[in-house]
Nanobody, 124 residues
């Protein structure tokens, strides 16, 4: 069982930055690929970024490529999402998730454990 707790959300103006953190419980954190997803009001949850268990490979949705950076610190059992050049359309609840395996995926169904989410609001 893995428990995930996100933090770092908030209100920011367009063009600003936020860094989300996701702290995971458990002693096998490096064996899980981690992902960030988001869900805007009235929309389905969508993939944002993912990182392999080792941290060696990262993947991004086209909408955030070049603006967001996913990283992880396996010694701290934490995954991060650095978000720069934020836009109003980035407003959503952001969730971190742990995959059942070490290979990162953009598929929501590949993730077994989910955090409770953190709200990100970007004002224009």
């Amino acid at each position: 069982q893995v428990q995930l707790v996100e933090s770092g959300g908030g209100l920011v103006q367009a063009g600003g930055s936020l860094r989300l953190s996701c702290a995971a419980s458990g002693r096998t954190f490096s064996s899980y690929a981690m992902g960030w997803f988001r869900q805007a009001p009235g929309k389905e949850r969508e993939f944002v970024a993912a990182i392999r268990g080792s941290g060696g490979s990262t993947y991004y949705a086209d909408s955030v490529k070049g603006r967001f950076t996913i990283s992880r610190d396996n010694a701290k059992n934490t995954v991060y999402l650095q978000m720069n050049s934020l836009k109003p359309e980035d407003t959503a609840v952001f969730y971190c998730a742990a995959s059942a395996g070490a290979y990162a995926s953009a598929n929501l169904r590949a993730y077994k454990y989910w955090g409770q989410g953190t709200q990100v609001t970007v004002s224009s």
